[in-house]
């Protein structure tokens, strides 16, 4: 299926050093902003207090942060919750209080000030809670980042995969910048989003190299940059329709679902539009300087000695 059909390919390679030193500034800065600002992690990730409070009414939030704020916690989220008169609120840990403890001081203070609001739930995340899910989520990664290289270098050859993993990592690292740069929070659904955006990422990287190795079939004479223009031309469309189904969806939910799909949608939005830019300016650019040709996918076809091999 088409909606639209390109009969003069696009010249993406002659452009892609250009696409790859802004790639490259891209991912420079997002690696900045990590290690300048880092990330924003929930309690999930840090360990302390979730509290859920409900009011009869839309919940004023600006009011509720100001009042845990007159407690002195700091770094305490506040945000709806499903409902607008549902809040979810995260609490660093306090050494000096339980969960308990703390759970009745910011309740008792929310209730002088509001005698509407009704607790409904407190609940304690630990530290070490924290980091399994860190280092569980690394693992999770670094698997996934193992067997798509696996995947690629059996289907296709070892330089495809090399290019498609640097184009995967480097979506993945300006995720990461965009929420250390404006240091929205990284939940264990930010986490999943990001895994997400590799698989997807990865998809459309094969989409191209499939077609590459189908021109290398079909076009002998024509060079390898053609073959990879070509390539992508040709599937702009089903990109589009891929693509833009997908971001339709993944809007809804940033628009309309909710504090609790917000972070995972800002991700995966992220993360939709630099595959798409990868998979062309990244992947197949790289796969080009790693000096990609028909050899790699095709194997040469060997001509029949005259003699069939006897030696006079």
């Not at 264990?188 to 189908?214: H, K, M, P, T």
Request: glycine share 6%.
């Amino acid at each position: 299926m088409e909606l639209f059909r390109i009969k003069k390919d696009i010249p993406f390679m002659r452009h892609a050093l250009i696409f790859n030193v802004v790639s490259a500034l891209t991912f420079v800065a997002a690696v900045f902003f990590l290690l300048h600002r880092g990330l924003h992690l929930s309690v999930e990730f840090t360990g302390g207090t979730l509290m859920e409070v409900s009011y009869s009414k839309p919940a004023n939030l600006e009011n509720v942060r100001k009042t845990i704020d007159s407690l002195g916690i700091a770094d305490a989220n506040v945000q709806s919750f499903g409902e607008a008169s549902r809040v979810l609120i995260r609490l660093p840990v306090d050494k000096a209080l339980t969960t308990a403890q703390q759970g009745d001081k910011v309740f008792n203070a929310l209730l002088a000030k509001d005698a509407d609001v009704k607790k409904q739930s407190v609940s304690f995340v630990g530290p070490q809670v924290g980091d399994e899910l860190a280092h569980d989520g690394l693992r999770a990664l670094l698997m996934v980042i193992v067997g798509v290289m696996a995947y690629l270098a059996l289907r296709f050859e070892w330089k495809y995969a090399v290019a498609a993993i640097i184009a995967n990592l480097h979506d993945v690292v300006i995720i990461l910048g965009f929420f250390a740069f404006f240091q929205w929070e990284f939940n264990l659904s930010v986490l999943a989003a990001v895994l997400a955006v590799l698989g997807y990422s990865v998809n459309e990287s094969v989409v191209i190299f499939d077609r590459i190795r189908e021109n290398f079939r079909k076009q002998r004479k024509t060079s390898v940059t053609e073959v990879i223009d070509n390539a992508i031309t040709s599937t702009i469309s089903r990109t589009v329709i891929t693509h833009g189904c997908t971001q339709i969806m993944v809007l809804s939910m940033l628009l309309i679902g909710g504090p609790t799909l917000h972070g995972f949608a800002i991700a995966l939005t992220i993360g939709i539009l630099f595959g798409i830019y990868s998979s062309v300016f990244v992947a197949a650019a790289i796969a080009m300087w790693l000096g990609v040709k028909r050899e790699d996918l095709i194997k040469p076809i060997k001509e029949k000695d005259d003699t069939d091999g006897a030696v006079v």
